[in-house]
Structure formats: C-alpha cells, structure tokens
C-alpha cells in the first residue's frame, strides 16, 4: 500500500510492451524527450499527433503494413515512467526487410557496443518480399529526389499557424482547449514527413561511406556532408550572433529581440514536451545565451566558419571526383548520393522545425488556459486530454488532483530509466535513483570511444554544461561537454571549440550544427559528462569518435 503521493509502480500514461515488438530502449530517445513527458504533453501532442505520424511513416515507406501495427499504441515507440523509449524491434524489421540493411546494421545505429543487447531472434513473418521491394522504392526515391517542395509548403503552413495566434488572454477555457487540440492533424502529418527526413537521411550518407571505404578513406564522407547549407535548425545561432554583436542598451538590440523571438521562440530546452519553456514563454534562455557569445571574436562568426568549412567539403568533393573519372558510373552514384545527403539533412532539420512550431502552438494555449484558470504552468500540463473538456468546465474540481498528480511526476525526475527494456518493465520502485550508479572517473590518458559526429582534431578544457538553460560557465575555445543537446544548446556551440555529447547517433542534432560550425564533435560518449572532470584537458577526434583525456585539473 502507496500514500496518496508515493509514487505508483507505472506511471498513469505507461503502456504495455508489444508482444510482437517487445524490445525498446532509451538510445536516441534521450535526444528527444530527455526528462519524462507531461499528461498533457504526452496525451494531446504525442499519442495522437506525433506517435501516430510515427506509425504512418513506418507504413507508407514500407517497413510493415497496416496490420502489422496496433491502432491505438503504435509499436513504434513506448513510454514507461513517463520517458521515451524508442521500439527497437520495429527498427531491427526496416533492417530486416530494407535492401542491403541487417538488423545488425540497425543495432549498432541505437546500441554501439552496449554489453546488454539481446541477440535478435529471427522469426519467419520477419522476411516479406513485398515489404522490401516497397523499401526499395522508398530508398530510390531518397536518392533521386531533385527537391522536397512538401517541406517549404509545411513550413508557410506551421508559419501560418503562428500568425493566427489570437489574443488567448481574451478567450475562455472552452475556446482554449479548442486551440490545443485542434492541431492534432498538422502535428500527424508533420511528423510522418520529419520521420521521413529522418530515416532519409540514411541512404545518401550510407552510399558515400562505401565509396569513402574504397577509396581507403571511411572518414571522407563526415567531410563530405559538412557545411552543407540551408539547414534551419542553425539560423537561431546565426541571428544570436548578429544580436550579440550589438550594445545591450541599444534600441536596434532590443528590436532585434523581438524579431527573434517572434520568429525563433518556439524553440527551446525539451522543446518536444509543452510544459517546458521556449525562448518566447522565458526569454532569458534566449538572452543568456546571447550573451554567452559577447566575448567570442568576429572571426568566431557561425558564417565565417561556415564558409571555411564549405571549402574543405567542395575540396573533399574535387578529390573523389578526381580520383573517380575512370569510373563514370561509380561518379554518377557518388554525385547522386551526395546530393541526396544534403537535400535530407536540411530537410530533416527543417522537418523538425515545422512540427516544433505547431508544438509550441498548443504550449501557448495550455499555458493561457493555465493563467486564466489560477494554475501553475507545470500543472496544468497535469491534465489528460481525456479530462480537458470536464475541467473547462469546473477546473477547482481539480486542484488537489493536480497537485498531488504533479508532486509524483516530479519524483520521475529522480529516477534512472533503463537503457533498454526487453518484454517487462521493472516497477518504477525499482528503478534506480539518478546517482545511485557509480560511473569510473576517467584518468589521465583514458580514450572514451562514442559515434563519429564530425570531422576534426581539436585540444582544449572540458566544460561540462547540464543545463542549456545556465551556460555562463562556458569560456570561449572550450570543449563542451553535454548530457544530450537540442536547439537550445546550439547557439553554445558558436563558442565552444568542439562538442562532446552523451548520447546521440548519425542524424543526431548535434552532429548536423556542428558540421555546419566546423566544430569537431563526438556523440554516444555514454556518460561522458560523469565520467569527464569539468575542467580536464582533453582531445576530440570527431572523424573516430575518440575523447583522450590529456590531462585532469
């Protein structure tokens, strides 16, 4: 027996593992949702809009067929103690049945080297010829495409959304959770064609990295997808600079704060969860951030980096050209595969940029439905979707609901979700606390071995950061260290020498900012931030994805 405020043994949004698909794990998810979702969050932007695009996606490129997935929990994700879990077993079958992919192949994608994954157990629905010729038309489609216009028409229409924002202060609690949930169908289909641009974003970089092997330089192809351009997700950074290039004081700062925020605001720490702050609902996060940039110099600019940047991938593609023109069809692939990994990884970032738009569309209209009703933000995002109507109607009836439901979300924040769940979940009482696991402190000389992110050789002072939110501790030149990064990170990345990540994988958001900065930059680093002594001299080789610990401080 619980009191009414221990927390229970499964969270009241959990679900139950697939039988069919029961492995999971947190790889890539922490990159994601890395605190646990919110009710709200969970239940009016996740279950119906982002799952199910999630599940559409999985059906329209081929992966499985309609009947293959179940209609109210797609097996494409799960939530246990209200974290993310990404289904695994769901992404061993795209490797089951993709042309020329294995579900070894997807496994070292989301596992690396972990010690405790179970060996995949094929089974004979597994193999389906008609799903794999749907795959490979899917992946010719990936490396043929000239443009992705749907990508422009989606972002006038998350631009649209923003633009009809009307004055919430003046409406009701009805007409509130009309706004909140009326965006359910833009967020399935937005996230159906992110997803898109996600697996995508596999099949050009995959054949440039065959080509890179025989020509006996596998680190070739990290060159040659850096600094591609027109990559959404890196213009908050480049605005910030332009902003902290200017006197605090001045009216063209301030002026230039308020386009940033109209046009950027969206974006934020755990963005993906709408209990969180933006840059719009706490400008301070935007702000600090700006000012974290103030002491780098003009040369640090993300446009000059960029450029050069630009110039080592345009010289990079002169060499394969060069050494491929005895072999014109190889060249031919070459040129279609690198066309297709830059079109995919900008249009995955702007993919992400579209859907977070509209995300942030329901955050504002739950967080005015919050101020109207007497309510904290975080507990508002307590409310199911199921209960939304019954509280527009008499939102007292819910205070000590609420209340209690939020002290034991909180308490999730505390515990240590496992890597990978396999059939069972442990009650939450026995997950671990976070800090309960010893980690081994790196010693001098010790090489951390992660995921390649982006090319370059870089030496300075490790600057563990936990929060985007607080990044004052970051001195120009030094090596960020960092539990995972989304958007909010990014603009830290203008002034550090080179990026270190926890968690991450190819496509991760990390790895695309940083190629665009030409910061060298290693992801999958598992515990890097607990096992690096802020302030430690260490080296980061972002082709190998090593992290050398040069000296301790």
């Given at each position: 027996?619980?009191?009414?405020?221990?927390?229970?043994?499964?969270?009241?949004?959990?679900?139950?593992?697939?039988?069919?698909?029961?492995?999971?794990?947190?790889?890539?998810?922490?990159?994601?949702?890395?605190?646990?979702?919110?009710?709200?969050?969970?239940?009016?932007?996740?279950?119906?809009?982002?799952?199910?695009?999630?599940?559409?996606?999985?059906?329209?490129?081929?992966?499985?067929?309609?009947?293959?997935?179940?209609?109210?929990?797609?097996?494409?994700?799960?939530?246990?103690?209200?974290?993310?879990?990404?289904?695994?077993?769901?992404?061993?079958?795209?490797?089951?049945?993709?042309?020329?992919?294995?579900?070894?192949?997807?496994?070292?994608?989301?596992?690396?080297?972990?010690?405790?994954?179970?060996?995949y157990v094929a089974e004979p629905w597994h193999e389906s010829p008609s799903n794999t010729e749907k795959l490979g038309?899917?992946?010719?489609?990936?490396?043929?495409?000239?443009?992705?216009?749907?990508?422009?028409?989606?972002?006038?229409?998350?631009?649209?959304?923003?633009?009809?924002?009307?004055?919430?202060?003046?409406?009701?609690?009805?007409?509130?959770?009309?706004?909140?949930?009326?965006?359910?169908?833009?967020?399935?289909?937005?996230?159906?064609?992110?997803?898109?641009?996600?697996?995508?974003?596999?099949?050009?970089?995959?054949?440039?990295?065959?080509?890179?092997?025989?020509?006996?330089?596998?680190?070739?192809?990290?060159?040659?997808?850096?600094?591609?351009?027109?990559?959404?997700?890196?213009?908050?950074?480049?605005?910030?600079?332009?902003?902290?290039?200017?006197?605090?004081?001045?009216?063209?700062?301030?002026?230039?704060?308020?386009?940033?925020?109209?046009?950027?605001?969206?974006?934020?720490?755990?963005?993906?969860?709408?209990?969180?702050?933006?840059?719009?609902?706490?400008?301070?996060?935007?702000?600090?951030?700006?000012?974290?940039?103030?002491?780098?110099?003009?040369?640090?600019?993300?446009?000059?980096?960029?450029?050069?940047?630009?110039?080592?991938?345009?010289?990079?593609?002169?060499?394969?050209?060069?050494?491929?023109?005895?072999?014109?069809?190889?060249?031919?692939?070459?040129?279609?595969?690198?066309?297709?990994?830059?079109?995919?990884?900008?249009?995955?970032?702007?993919?992400?940029?579209?859907?977070?738009?509209?995300?942030?569309?329901?955050?504002?209209?739950?967080?005015?439905?919050?101020?109207?009703?007497?309510?904290?933000?975080?507990?508002?995002?307590?409310?199911?979707?199921?209960?939304?109507?019954?509280?527009?109607?008499?939102?007292?009836?819910?205070?000590?609901?609420?209340?209690?439901?939020?002290?034991?979300?909180?308490?999730?924040?505390?515990?240590?979700?496992?890597?990978?769940?396999?059939?069972?979940?442990p009650p939450l009482s026995q997950w671990p606390r976070k800090g309960e696991t010893v980690t081994t402190v790196v010693?001098?000389?010790?090489?951390?071995?992660?995921?390649?992110?982006?090319?370059?050789?870089?030496?300075?002072?490790?600057?563990?950061?936990?929060?985007?939110?607080?990044?004052?501790?970051?001195?120009?030149?030094?090596?960020?260290?960092?539990?995972?990064?989304?958007?909010?990170?990014?603009?830290?990345?203008?002034?550090?020498?080179?990026?270190?990540?926890?968690?991450?994988?190819?496509?991760?958001?990390?790895?695309?900012?940083?190629?665009?900065?030409?910061?060298?930059?290693?992801?999958?680093?598992?515990?890097?931030?607990?096992?690096?002594?802020?302030?430690?001299?260490?080296?980061?080789?972002?082709?190998?994805?090593?992290?050398?610990?040069?000296?301790?401080?």
């Open positions: 027996m619980t009191s009414d405020n221990a927390l229970p043994d499964r969270w009241l949004t959990d679900w139950s593992p697939s039988r069919n698909f029961p492995l999971y794990t947190r790889a890539n998810a922490g990159e994601v949702l890395p605190d646990p979702c919110s009710p709200l969050g969970w239940t009016v932007v996740w279950e119906p809009g982002v799952v199910m695009g999630w599940r559409d996606c999985q059906i329209s490129v081929g992966t499985c067929d309609e009947h293959e997935v179940d209609l109210v929990q797609p097996e494409v994700v799960g939530t246990f103690g209200g974290y993310l879990f990404i289904n695994a077993s769901m992404a061993r079958l795209f490797g089951v049945r993709g042309p020329g992919l294995s579900p070894e192949m997807i496994d070292a994608t989301y596992f690396g080297t972990h010690p405790n994954v179970p060996a038309a899917w992946m010719t489609a990936v490396m043929t495409a000239e443009s992705l216009p749907h990508l422009l028409e989606d972002r006038e229409v998350s631009r649209a959304v923003r633009a009809s924002r009307p004055d919430l202060s003046n409406l009701d609690e009805t007409e509130l959770v009309a706004r909140m949930t009326s965006f359910t169908a833009i967020l399935r289909r937005d996230f159906e064609r992110h997803l898109d641009m996600t697996a995508g974003t596999s099949i050009g970089p995959g054949a440039l990295g065959a080509i890179a092997a025989a020509l006996g330089d596998p680190s070739l192809v990290l060159t040659l997808i850096t600094a591609i351009g027109d990559v959404d997700s890196a213009l908050p950074s480049r605005a910030m600079w332009e902003l902290s290039r200017l006197p605090k004081d001045s009216s063209e700062y301030r002026q230039g704060l308020d386009s940033f925020l109209s046009e950027y605001g969206s974006r934020g720490p755990n963005e993906w969860d709408i209990r969180s702050d933006t840059w719009e609902t706490k400008p301070a996060l935007a702000i600090s951030l700006i000012d974290t940039m103030r002491d780098a110099l003009d040369d640090q600019s993300p446009v000059i980096r960029n450029e050069k940047n630009a110039e080592l991938r345009r010289a990079a593609e002169k060499r394969v050209r060069t050494a491929l023109t005895s072999q014109p069809d190889v060249l031919a692939q070459f040129d279609m595969a690198l066309h297709s990994a830059h079109l995919y990884l900008a249009g995955r970032e702007r993919a992400k940029t579209n859907i977070i738009k509209v995300v942030h569309e329901v955050r504002m209209a739950a967080f005015a439905l919050a101020e109207r009703t007497g309510y904290t933000r975080s507990q508002i995002c307590m409310l199911l979707a199921d209960e939304l109507d019954a509280f527009a109607s008499q939102p007292d009836e819910f205070r000590a609901r609420l209340a209690q439901r939020e002290r034991q979300y909180l308490d999730l924040f505390d515990l240590e979700p496992p890597f990978i769940v396999n059939g069972i979940v010693m001098v000389g010790d090489v951390l071995t992660g995921a390649p992110g982006a090319p370059g050789l870089y030496t300075g002072k490790a600057r563990v950061i936990l929060d985007a939110a607080d990044p004052s501790a970051l001195e120009p030149g030094e090596v960020l260290v960092a539990p995972f990064t989304d958007p909010a990170w990014t603009p830290l990345f203008v002034a550090a020498g080179a990026v270190v990540v926890d968690v991450g994988a190819v496509v991760s958001h990390a790895i695309i900012v940083s190629r665009e900065l030409g910061l060298a930059c290693v992801v999958s680093a598992t515990d890097a931030t607990k096992r690096i002594p802020d302030g430690a001299v260490i080296t980061v080789d972002g082709a190998n994805g090593t992290v050398t610990i040069v000296s301790m401080p």
